[in-house]
């Protein structure tokens, strides 16, 4: 793949004269090449060097703005083809089409800008309003794309094979660097020019990849998103896994994130094939739904496939309540890992009682992972007993551990004064040990 | 401009289960990763189970309950139920055998698995109730029933495997090895029970999935990587990986919660169909080939999904 830093420290005038901001220029070449600074960076980089090194230090797939502002969508930077060799780097956008003979645009607007879930304390959304010329009338979609655009502050994909059309709409939206969607082997001049005059990003699509990388060498244009055609999701998934491949080895008219539709005419098959595209490296899923119900797991899969496999998902360490819990009701203690959170409260779910549940800060690491390194220790889970408010919350000093991490209750008995009871080592326990041992 | 498609050349493949009494259903078998047909071979599709109980379930969501709703204490009735339904296999799931349920005996568990074998003619998937011991005690006796009829059975783990590998053996079953979401734990098992003698092609690795939303993530991984493994040869890896997406999608609160409670999630039945529907084929995506699922509007729909999946997509 890229250069290693030492191939690239060569190629540096080596004054270490710390102009980039990096105390060497051997510090610099390393940080080019974990991709965390830019050669532009240098300003006593020679020219030739300078070619050599940015065809070479350039990321495989090109980072790619949508937009402008704090909705700018970036894509692109990727460097792997399973999330579990590094990670995934930008998730997925998610653009929902509306089209420019719809006779409610702003109505289905306010509905796509209300597609804000919460999730593990974060909020997660959709990225794009898709705009479609479907009309075929250039006034038409100037017109929809401005009422689009007063009604949302989501950057626009604006969809036209027409350049007329689509000058037109960029005359409403090209100063907010709007998706160009775009270009084929009929309009390319014509849609290449407009994209550079308004410098936004242009989709470049190809019947097949042999034309795709045909037209995106022709294009000559960098602010890039490819289509290779295909609308099947077989199809799809073979095309996305090439030019994903193609990218990796440095095969550079496919050094771009890609875009996908989800228009199977069956609405629930489309949600189906939006989820193929998620995992398996869209750029972008353009959707012709704002049902909450089908945008909710497709939002829920990016979340979980665009985690950073390296780098646990921690819940906030503080009191849960599941199901409005008493004064009598049971304490669980867990961890913050939040796969561990998730699992001893859908169980204590499952069972049907109220209950309080303390995650305790281990970093977000496991039961048995924080137990191992000293992050869940009795005297962690005092504190939280004593600081989380959760003694005035309950009448009862008895707190339930993780069955892995028995081992604890002496100590914790000890330093807490709380009863300690060993719970199952299992969550998938819980609803038996709460029948069994609580209350009884 | 004539773009040379990227082929990787993989040294091996995914072994294939054969189940059913007719020897008719077969799992496994991929020379690629999962529906890249341009690349190798895709011999078989998953394998779509519908899960039965052997007591009414008490805490499914009406939603789930409503479309067996004349057969949810007849796990007969239910069987055949879902194989109009369109299933390609019943997961018999006993959990009657539970202590916190009826503590059922393992011959009458045997009693119930074989009325059930004998009323359908698809493979039978034979789950215990999930505690370790008693699993062992019941799954010794349900093999010895089903002698012949070329089942799945499970789940074995690394305390329980040598009673349940024994009897797969003796009665020609295949058996489900559960480990906890870790490679090298999934391996090991593997490793112990071919050990034992049983080939590796009566093995289905069950990585204990957690539905969308509940750490799909690392399943989907730990699957890519078992594929991967599989592919470049590593034969305590290259087993047909079994996914039990109903239990943990219908456990999902996305999928529990009415209509009125978040309303802001849409429609439940639609929701909660597509977060079983979406876990699923999502783990096909990461390698899993047999699922045992809960509705039949999953089945339905996942399978509309598979056979596009299985149309060829090579250059």
């Known amino acids: 793949m890229g250069l290693t830093g030492l ?140 009422t689009v655009q007063d009604n949302t502050g989501f950057p626009l994909v604006l969809i036209s094979e027409d350049a007329a059309a689509m000058g037109a709409a960029l005359e409403v939206a090209g100063a907010n660097a709007p998706l160009i969607c775009g270009a084929n082997a009929a309009n390319l001049d014509a849609m290449v020019e407009l994209a550079k005059k308004y410098d936004a990003p242009l989709v470049i699509k190809g019947a097949g990849l042999d034309e795709l990388a045909a037209l995106v060498e022709k294009a000559g244009y960098k602010k890039v998103i490819l289509d290779s055609g295909a609308r099947e999701v077989n199809k799809v998934l073979a095309d996305q896994t090439q030019i994903r491949r193609q990218a990796l080895k440095k095969f550079r008219p496919f050094g771009y994130p890609t875009i996908t539709f989800a228009d199977n005419p069956d609405p629930i098959q489309a949600i189906v094939d939006a989820g193929v595209y998620i995992a398996k490296y869209a750029g972008i899923v353009v959707l012709n739904t704002a049902d909450p119900s089908d945008i909710l797991p497709l939002i829920t899969l990016r979340l979980n496939i665009y985690t950073d496999p390296q780098k646990p998902i921690a819940v906030e360490s503080k009191i849960y309540e599941v199901g409005n819990p008493g004064p009598d009701d049971p304490v669980f203690v867990t961890t913050n890992f939040s796969l561990t959170y998730f699992c001893v409260q859908g169980d204590v779910e499952a069972g049907r009682f109220p209950a309080y549940i303390l ?58 004064g709380w009863e300690v009871l060993v719970g199952p080592r299992e969550s998938a326990g819980i609803p038996s040990f709460y029948k069994q041992r609580w209350g009884n | 401009m004539a773009v040379t498609i990227a082929k990787e050349k993989w040294t091996s ?29 895709i011999p078989n599709k998953p394998v779509l189970a519908l899960e039965v109980w052997d007591l009414e379930p008490a805490d499914w969501p009406e939603i789930l309950k409503k ?84 089942c799945l059975i499970g789940c074995a783990t690394e305390k329980n495997y040598k009673t349940i590998t024994a009897t797969a053996m003796v009665n020609g079953h295949s058996v489900i090895a559960s480990s906890p979401l870790d490679i090298n734990l999934a391996k090991q098992l593997n490793i112990l029970m071919t050990e034992m003698n049983l080939p590796a092609n009566r093995i289905a690795i069950d990585p204990l999935v957690g539905a969308l939303g509940y750490g ?95 149309e060829s997509n090579a250059y």
């Open chain 1, 7 to 146: 191939e690239i420290f060569k190629q540096l005038p080596k004054t270490n004269c710390k102009d980039c901001g990096q105390p060497t220029c051997l510090a610099f070449a390393m940080q080019l090449a974990s991709g965390k600074a830019s050669l532009d960076q240098c300003p006593h980089v020679s020219d030739a060097a300078k070619e050599a090194l940015d065809s070479a230090s350039a990321p495989p797939v090109a980072l790619v703005k949508i937009g402008k502002g704090e909705k700018e969508l970036q894509l692109g930077n990727e460097t792997v083809l399973f999330r579990h060799d590094k990670r995934f780097e930008h998730p997925t956008g998610i653009a929902i089409a509306v089209n420019d003979n719809d006779s409610e645009i702003a109505f289905k607007v306010g509905e796509i800008n209300k597609l804000v879930f919460d999730r593990v304390g974060q909020t997660h959304n959709v990225n794009l309003v898709a705009v479609v010329n479907a009309s075929g009338d250039a006034a038409k979609f100037a017109e929809a794309v401005k």
């Open chain 1, 359 to 416: 995650p305790v800060d281990t970093d977000g690491i496991s039961v048995l992972t924080g137990w191992a390194a000293g992050k869940f220790t009795p005297e962690k889970i005092t504190e939280m007993l004593n600081t989380s408010g959760i003694a005035d919350k309950v009448s009862h000093r008895k707190v339930i551990i993780p069955g892995g991490v028995a081992v604890l209750s002496g100590k914790l008995q000890e330093l807490s």
């Open chain 2, 13 to 41: 493949k995914v072994g294939e289960m054969v189940l059913g009494a007719d020897s008719s259903v077969k799992v496994g078998g991929e020379s690629t990763l999962p529906y890249l047909h341009f690349e190798g071979e």
């Open chain 2, 67 to 150: 479309p067996f709703n004349d057969v949810l204490a007849d796990p007969v009735a239910w069987a055949k139920k879902n194989v109009e339904y369109g299933a390609d296999a019943i997961a018999l799931r006993l959990m009657s055998a539970h202590p916190d349920f009826k503590d059922a005996s393992p011959e009458d568990c045997a009693a119930t698995a074989k009325a059930v074998a004998e009323a359908v003619n698809v493979p039978l998937i034979v789950i215990g109730c999930g505690v370790e011991e008693k699993d062992a005690e019941v799954l010794e006796k349900v093999g010895e029933a089903l002698s012949g009829k070329n």
């Open chain 2, 216 to 310: 799909i993530e690392y399943a989907y991984s730990i699957m890519e990587r078992a594929r991967l493994g599989a592919l470049m040869g590593d034969k305590m890896l290259a087993m047909p990986v079994i996914c039990f997406v109903g239990q943990e999608a219908w456990k999902a609160k996305e999928a529990k919660s009415p209509d009125e409670e978040s309303p802001e999630w849409g429609a439940q039945e639609r929701r909660a169909i597509l977060w079983e529907v979406i876990t699923t084929t999502t783990f096909a995506q990461a390698g899993g080939s047999i699922f045992v699922l809960r509705h039949p509007e999953t089945v339905k729909q996942v399978k509309v999904h598979i056979d596009k999946m299985m």
